[in-house]
């Protein structure tokens, strides 16, 4: 019946469930303060319980942040070649590469494809995609795709610049771009030179994005492992390090928090989902229909797209090596700030996902109920909780107890305020742990940042409350609320410099 609901009335349906995350989100961070009034005691246990779970999410992320971190470090220095070695047919594995890029700087497309010509794997094995866009001036996208032509003339196996042009029904970005790449490949190129589709990979990679050298050889050596390699996305550890040492300290706090937060999740198979730079079978790819050319955010939609597609068969396997990016930047405080801030509105706007996954979840039979209820859960969970962590956790009780100061002088509106500091303080324990592993992995400090500014770096911590209310708390709200609305939101590509 309620298949039948769904499926007879999706207009509705998907503008009821669009509305659904905002009314939530706001409706939980309002709640402690119409609840003061009404409900003291059950606001006071809410704030203690989400406080315990906090608590529980920092244990864990420290743990996971370990794990990932001792899997790294051993696989950087393995010889990965060596391994490949032992597949007859590691040499028919060749993977694409794309990169859409407009108005990018030439300096930094450069410098991924530098990272590429880089690798360990033999480089015949690699064919460079460079997604150009007709909007952008013709001189302007010929220039830098030549430039990359004849720099890196005769280091792979082919470099290939293709040219999108919007057309009605596509969305503005990365999505629409890579699909328009993906199929040309496709057509010109894997049909032309008749190769085998099942020994294809593509990886979707940004034009700030840096590889560690073994990148490529241990992704061909977990696709040619893994009897079910084309039901796989694999996915490496992003880390917002290019330019770490060039932010101003209110964005350097949560771009380090966020590179922490993914070197984190890689062990966490039950929850990983594949995002901003990751890869896959070219075969899964062309399976499901490869990405939507009306989506923003690509990455999680291509993901349940194919795990609904294949009936739950797919999970994404950890590449365990570092992803080197830009964080958010431009030519001034406040431009960064904003530019900054439109980065993480467009990650906050993934929250459009929601509706189509949770269409999928009740219409699409023949996937496994735990799992995909889990992946649901854990999704939604997610997006929901973007905008309002930062006012349970930073605000909690303290503001409605001032509004309801009654309540803040009985036994229970005095002892859950101090158990809640207590538990987010044995909290900051994660700060020690991200602090280390934030050494390890940001680059030398250069000769342009002053050796007493570097030892300074630990106490910008102390900005996280600011920077959480305006690069989490405020851009998820934006999101929601435009979503909420209907107020769709359009691509802007993140500005580099």
Not at 345 to 363: C, E, H, M, Q
Not at 377 to 394: D, E, G, K
Not at 444 to 471: C, D, H, V
Request: glycine content about 4%.
């Amino acid at each position: 019946m309620l298949k039948k609901i769904l499926l007879s009335h999706n207009r509705f349906v998907s503008r009821t469930l669009e509305i659904l995350p905002g009314l939530i989100s706001w409706n939980i961070i309002l709640f402690p303060y119409w609840g003061i009034f009404v409900i003291p005691e059950i606001v006071a246990y809410f704030i203690l319980l989400f406080n315990i779970y906090w608590f529980y999410q920092s244990l864990q992320i420290t743990f996971t942040a370990t794990v990932s971190h001792l899997r790294i470090q051993a696989s950087m220095k393995y010889d990965w070649i060596k391994d490949l070695a032992s597949f007859p047919d590691y040499k028919k594995v060749i993977h694409f590469i794309i990169i859409p890029n407009y108005k990018e700087p030439i300096h930094t497309l450069e410098r991924t494809v530098q990272s590429i010509a880089s690798q360990t794997l033999n480089l015949k094995q690699i064919v460079i995609v460079l997604g150009m866009e007709t909007k952008e001036e013709p001189d302007t996208r010929i220039k830098r795709a030549n430039y990359i032509k004849n720099k890196f003339k005769n280091t792979f196996l082919d470099i290939i610049s293709t040219t999108h042009t919007v057309v009605p029904g596509e969305a503005v970005g990365k999505a629409s771009n890579e699909r328009f790449a993906a199929l040309w490949i496709k057509k010109h190129f894997i049909e032309k030179n008749k190769l085998d589709l099942k020994y294809l990979t593509v990886t979707s990679c940004d034009a700030d994005h840096v590889y560690h050298p073994n990148h490529f050889a241990l992704l061909t050596f977990k696709f040619l492992d893994d009897p079910n390699r084309h039901s796989r996305f694999w996915q490496g550890a992003i880390m917002f390090y290019n330019n770490i040492w060039e932010l101003p300290a209110i964005t350097r706090v949560p771009n380090t928090l966020a590179s922490i937060w993914n070197l984190s999740q890689l062990p966490r198979r039950d929850r990983l989902i594949n995002h901003a730079n990751y890869s896959l079978s070219f075969s899964l790819l062309d399976e499901v229909g490869y990405w939507d050319p009306d989506k923003i955010p690509e990455d999680w939609g291509l993901f349940f797209k194919a795990y609904f597609h294949k009936k739950g068969k797919i999970e994404v396997e950890p590449i365990y090596l570092p992803v080197f990016v830009d964080a958010a930047q431009s030519t001034s405080f406040i431009k960064t700030i904003k530019n900054q801030y439109e980065q993480f509105k467009r990650w906050a706007w993934g929250v459009s996902d929601i509706p189509w996954i949770l269409r999928n979840y009740f219409t699409i039979d023949d996937v496994p109920f735990w799992d995909k209820t889990m992946r649901v859960i854990f999704a939604s969970w997610s997006h929901l909780m973007w905008p309002v962590n930062w006012f349970l956790i930073t605000i909690g009780l303290t503001l409605p107890t001032i509004l309801n100061p009654s309540f803040g002088r009985t036994s229970l509106g005095y002892m859950v305020p101090k158990l809640s500091s207590l538990i987010l303080t044995l909290a900051l324990g994660f700060l020690v742990v991200m602090i280390i592993y934030d050494n390890i992995y940001k680059p030398k400090r250069p000769s342009t940042f002053p050796r007493w500014r570097a030892l300074l770096i630990p106490l910008e911590y102390a900005l996280m409350p600011i920077a959480g209310f305006i690069f989490s708390a405020l851009p998820g709200l934006d999101a929601h609320t435009r979503l909420m609305l209907g107020k769709y939101l359009e691509y802007k590509v993140t500005e580099k410099v």
